[in-house]
């Protein structure tokens, strides 16, 4: 008799301990979550700062003179990247009020695509290899600013925001400059295709570092002037109408953060490739994290969360996986995933 109701309250006692462990666990996950919500720019600050530390010592083995140098012009560029693209994306999301919506996915990365086929096509492969860099960048900055501010001018033409004629247009324009550079493709011998494929993805192990000195300022500019707008910016989220009654200029705020949307869009592009969802991903994030809608936490925990995701997750491919796999790839199969869930989630008004 009581051999038999001896298992049953031991199951019991086990069962009791196990559901005691798993709400234990789950209250130290809730006040550590309490706290990041808290405190998430110091949280951010400290996990970027370990991310650098692990990116620039891990796996260096002594040789610290040849290591120290590459790793760091290489996290300069991830830094650099993750705030052009962080930015602005926040800064498009707040002129459109729509959090799905991002500069890349107007086509931007298409042009961009389309640029280096041409260039293929007209000068060939090793010619095109033999470009000066800053020429190039500074060609394809020129060009990929021109058309994002004709794109975005589309936006302000009229009194009211024509979201959708944005939209259409962005992705026509998208469209067709991915089927030119399709049909270039089709022109060219498939040693100047490998050239045009291997240019049509971000590569982030790769950057020269001859341009990390002027993306480096052309951020940095940009920045003061984000930065100076940040009150003026958080009044816009109110709505054109609302903005206006309130003394903002509305027309020469909207062209200044166009201008550096633009300009902040093409750098990133120029430096290191196409990356259509990593604005999105970081910006839903933020979003996430952020104590409040005010820029002047959001701008500094978006460049934060960005530089995180580069940083972090470059130090995993290159150090622990041994480059098996590509970041460019997992940002953008990240940023789709939440795109997707964005617009399910996104209940109709």
Not at 36 to 63: D, E, R, W, Y
Request: with cysteine; charged share 10%.
């Amino acid at each position: 008799m009581f051999s038999s109701s001896t298992p049953s309250s031991t199951e019991e006692s086990t069962t009791e301990n196990a559901n005691n462990a798993i709400s234990a666990w789950q209250k130290r996950l809730a006040q550590l979550w309490a706290f990041i919500v808290s405190h998430p720019k110091s949280v951010a600050t400290i996990i970027l700062v370990v991310s650098m530390t692990l990116f620039l010592t891990l796996n260096v083995n002594g040789h610290w003179d040849f290591a120290l140098p590459l790793r760091g012009k290489k996290l300069l560029a991830l830094m650099v990247v993750g705030y052009a693209i962080g930015v602005s994306t926040l800064l498009f999301q707040t002129l459109t009020h729509n959090p799905i919506l991002t500069p890349s996915l107007l086509g931007f990365d298409s042009l961009y695509v389309l640029l280096q086929s041409l260039l293929v096509f007209f000068l060939g492969a090793i010619s095109f290899t033999s470009i000066n860099p800053i020429t190039k960048f500074t060609l394809e900055i020129v060009l990929m600013f021109g058309a994002s501010l004709l794109l975005f001018q589309l936006l302000f033409s009229k009194n009211s925001q024509d979201l959708t004629r944005l939209i259409l247009v962005g992705v026509i324009f998208g469209v067709l400059f991915r089927s030119l550079s399709a049909l270039i493709a089709r022109l060219i011998n498939p040693d100047d295709f490998v050239v045009i494929q291997s240019a049509s993805y971000a590569q982030f192990n790769t950057v020269n570092p001859q341009l990390l000195g002027i993306s480096l300022f052309i951020c940095i500019i940009s920045g003061l002037f984000v930065w100076r707008w940040r009150y003026q910016c958080d009044v816009l989220m109110l709505g054109k109408a609302q903005a206006t009654n309130l003394g903002i200029n509305y027309q020469r705020l909207a062209f200044g953060l166009l201008t550096v949307i633009a300009v902040l869009v093409a750098t990133a592009t120029a430096l290191v490739g196409p990356v259509t969802f990593f604005g999105l991903l970081v910006c839903a994030l933020t979003n996430r994290l952020a104590r409040n809608m005010y820029h002047s936490e959001r701008l500094i925990l978006v460049s934060l969360v960005a530089m995180i995701c580069l940083v972090l997750g470059q130090t995993v491919f290159e150090q622990v996986l041994g480059m098996a796999g590509v970041l460019s790839v997992v940002i953008e199969l990240a940023g789709g995933i939440v795109f997707l869930l964005l617009i399910f989630m996104t209940q109709p008004r």
